[in-house]
């Protein structure tokens, strides 16, 4: 059995347990301990602190963890990135009270900063060879500039709403983050062959992500026109209909493109557009 650390609270474990419930992967929610074991696959969750999650893996407390990129970076402990999961973004940046002039990096020598990530703020600061005292804290790093503890911050940016909260604004982009699979170096193989079955779900439910599948009735004369605008996996799925002048074209669309291709096939005369969600899609 694989036991997979997950963070216990907040954005990385609601998105942690959409993924692991779109690859029907049943674990109960309704009452969570520090272990719960997956009704229908081999594994089991360890619920822990984000920052505890990449020294879990390391040392094979746990056999996986999902954890933000910014957590693994900064512990800076020795495990395998599995697969970059492309949900919970966010970055790492630098901010200052927006009532500053910021005219580049330099502003920061000889400032104190305020973090809770000092292994990456000081490798960035040393890479561009500023001296700055790093003053690192836990908790709610974005007052520290308004209560007079630190001129500046490192900190997690999303929407950044929270430094327009507290009159600061990002002037540097240190790292962008996003949720890593890690896991345990010396995986066994029984272990190694779930793992893989893990992947194969996954990978399936994050190719049908933004993906629709799209069925219409198109002219057979307009067929040939209408399939050089369609980008499906492969080619369109072709089906006779009774009236011999029309047929049946299913294929598979991307969110980004939908709109200005469906647009294209109503001029071409396609009729019937039927459009249905993805759940999962295998290559």
Known sequence: MLRIAVQSKGRLYEDTMNLLAEADIKVSSFRRTLLVQSSNFPIEILYL???DI??????GVADLGIVGENEFVEKGEEADVLLRLGFSKCRLSLAIPK???YQGVEWFNGKKIATSYPNILRTFLESKGITADIH??????EISPGIGLADAIFDIVSSGSTLVSNNLREVETVMNSEALLIGYPLMDDDKSEILQEMLFRIDAVRQAEDKKYVRMNVPRQRLDDIIKVLPGLKSPTIIPLADDDWCSVHTVLGQKQFWEIIGKLKEMGAQGILVTPIEKMIL
């Open 49 to 51: 602190r984000d920052d």
């Open 54 to 59: 990449p020294q879990s893996v390391a040392s």
């Open 99 to 101: 009532e500053h002039d």
């Open 136 to 141: 690192e804290i836990t908790g709610s790093v």
